[in-house]
Nanobody, 127 residues
Framework: VQLQASGGGLVQTGDSLRLSCAAS???????????MGWFRQPPGKEREFVAV????????SYADSVKGRFTISRDNAKNTLYLQMNSLKPEDTAVYYC??????????????????WGRGTQVTVSS
């Protein structure tokens, strides 16, 4: 399956953005049964967990740094994953990646266990 993230941009502190991740598969494979997640890689740092979600929209989990500000959701009918980001801070600046785990319906926070990745979308928050 191919994942395409979009919605990033340059914003100011306190602004909001909504990221989308559209999934498509040449063989007709969907991600509706897969756990999915958002991860990010700040400049000069390792990729880190942001938020994950189970196949049916449950089992959500968030990094402490984004809890209460970000909301992950999915629309399986559209094969699309979302990340609503509110009250953005400069430390949220990163390339954001969406990922799917074809072997799990319940998500894990470990990025290395995810099997399919999008190319990422840049989010820059200015102070």
């Amino acid at each position: 399956v191919q994942l395409q993230a979009s919605g990033g941009g340059l914003v100011q502190t306190g602004d909001s953005l909504r990221l989308s991740c559209a999934a498509s598969g040449r063989t007709g494979r969907t991600v509706s049964n897969n756990a999915m997640g958002w991860f990010r890689q700040p400049p000069g740092k390792e990729r880190e967990f942001v938020a994950v979600i189970g196949w049916n929209g449950g089992s959500t989990s968030y990094a402490d740094s984004v809890k209460g500000r970000f909301t992950i959701s999915r629309d399986n009918a559209k094969n699309t994953l979302y990340l609503q980001m509110n009250s953005l801070k400069p430390e949220d600046t990163a390339v954001y990646y969406c990922a799917a785990d074809r072997f799990r319906s319940i998500p894990t926070k470990t990025p290395n266990l995810y099997t399919d990745w999008g190319r990422g979308t840049q989010v820059t928050v200015s102070s």
